[in-house]
């Protein structure tokens, strides 16, 4: 039997136990989503570099193609979106360089703000007679 203190614990001990599966859980998604972003990046600057040098792209089109990748994939989870584009001529290689840099602001029961820089490289020799 059941002391007058202890009556009602139960219920009281399952709201708690709730509480902090929901935190868990719900930070476990806010992980998956950051790395989601992260990804999204990543492949978005690779996306641009390979434009840029093997579809003969402009610098230009790098950052659009790179731009509306990371829009379309993660739109929401990105803001201060920041993407820089280099090429160079070297030793008779061509290289481009596509760097993204961002700020992925994540929800969840902790929405804290995780500043993210992603760069991608693409080399090729370059072919004469082609720019």
Not at 18 to 42: C, D, K, P
Not at 63 to 88: F, K
């Given at each position: 039997?059941?002391?007058?203190?202890?009556r009602?614990?139960?219920?009281?001990?399952?709201?708690f136990?709730?509480?902090?599966?929901?935190v868990?859980?719900?930070g476990?998604?806010?992980?998956?989503?950051a790395l989601?972003?992260?990804?999204?990046l990543?492949s978005?600057a690779?996306e641009?570099?390979r434009a840029?040098?093997?579809?003969?792209?402009?610098s230009?089109?790098?950052?659009?193609?790179a731009t509306?990748?990371?829009?379309r994939?993660?739109g929401?989870l990105?803001?201060?979106?920041?993407v820089?584009?280099w090429?160079?001529?070297?030793?008779?290689?061509?290289?481009?360089?596509?760097?993204?840099?961002?700020i992925?602001a994540?929800?969840?029961?902790?929405?804290?703000?995780?500043p993210?820089?992603?760069?991608?490289?693409?080399?090729?020799?370059?072919?004469?007679?082609r720019?």
């Amino acid at each position: 039997m059941l002391s007058v203190t202890e009556r009602g614990s139960a219920p009281l001990e399952a709201v708690f136990a709730i509480a902090l599966l929901l935190v868990l859980v719900l930070g476990v998604i806010e992980v998956v989503w950051a790395l989601y972003g992260r990804n999204v990046l990543m492949s978005s600057a690779h996306e641009g570099a390979r434009a840029a040098l093997e579809l003969g792209r402009s610098s230009s089109d790098a950052v659009t193609i790179a731009t509306r990748s990371i829009e379309r994939s993660a739109g929401g989870l990105v803001d201060e979106l920041d993407v820089g584009v280099w090429t160079q001529t070297l030793d008779g290689r061509s290289l481009v360089r596509v760097e993204v840099r961002a700020i992925l602001a994540p929800w969840g029961p902790i929405p804290i703000p995780i500043p993210v820089k992603s760069a991608a490289t693409v080399s090729r020799t370059a072919i004469p007679g082609r720019s």
